[in-house]
């Protein structure tokens, strides 16, 4: 069984798919699926240099009591992932490109989960800008990429228009939010679902009953 996961690093419920992901793998009956990050932009036009995140959510959000409940939401779901999320500390928001660039570049080395992972723990647990190339070259060398040639990469235009066309595809198919969870393009799930909500899905494609 195939699995797309399609997720945009900037997503808080992304990250908590993710980890639930990792969890529901464990719960598994089944053979475990082939996994491929899939690319997906909440915002292509974020400029390079990134936007303030507090601002950022005031606009999109608002500053009311549904803000504060959807965070806590957030902080609660977060922490029993493991995911300590930091919404306090400034912070700013990037152009998720070329993040997604190099969780491309992580499948020929077999990490892309890990690579994925540390991005987004970067950003949303620590409040790092995910768009600085010198810290998208640090994640890349802990999970054991060539940091030289990711950081070649970073500064040329490679695989540019592919995460854009792979990110339009998503949305022509028909994708409007992520986590994207898409099983042997035949079966889909959206949102941070539950744990056992995933491995229960998962088994069930495999055994053909989806």
């Known amino acids: 069984m195939k699995l797309d996961f399609i997720i945009d690093v900037v997503c808080p419920w992304c990250f908590v798919g993710k980890r639930a992901l990792d969890e529901a793998l464990g719960l598994m009956t089944a053979e475990k699926p082939e996994i491929m990050f899939r690319p997906y932009q909440l915002s292509s036009a974020t400029p390079a240099e990134g936007v303030d ?3 950022y959510y005031r606009k999109k959000f608002g500053d009311g009591p549904e803000t504060h409940t959807m965070r806590q939401a957030l902080r609660e779901r977060g922490q029993a992932l493991g995911i300590a999320f930091d919404f306090e500390s400034p912070c700013r928001i990037a152009n998720s490109l070329d993040a997604h660039r190099v969780i491309r570049w992580a499948v ?9 992972d540390n991005i987004m723990s970067r950003y949303f647990e620590h409040c790092e800008f995910i768009g600085d190339h010198d810290l998208l070259v640090d994640v890349a060398q802990r999970a054991g990429m060539d940091g030289a040639l990711v950081r070649d990469l970073l500064a040329s235009d490679q695989d540019k228009e592919l995460i854009t066309m792979e990110a339009d595809n ?3 198919m028909g994708v ?5 969870y898409l099983f042997d393009g035949r079966a889909a799930i959206s949102g941070a679902q539950d744990t056992p909500v995933l491995a229960q899905a998962m088994d069930r494609v495999a055994a053909g009953q989806v």
């Not at 020929?108 to 994925?116: C, L």
């Not at 409007?176 to 994207?180: D, L």
Request: glycine share 10%; charged share 25%; hydrophobic share 35%.
């Open 176 to 180: 409007q939010g992520v986590p994207f």
């Open 170 to 172: 998503a949305r022509q």
């Open 53 to 55: 995140r507090e601002e």
């Open 108 to 116: 020929s080395d077999g990490v892309q989960a890990q690579v994925a």
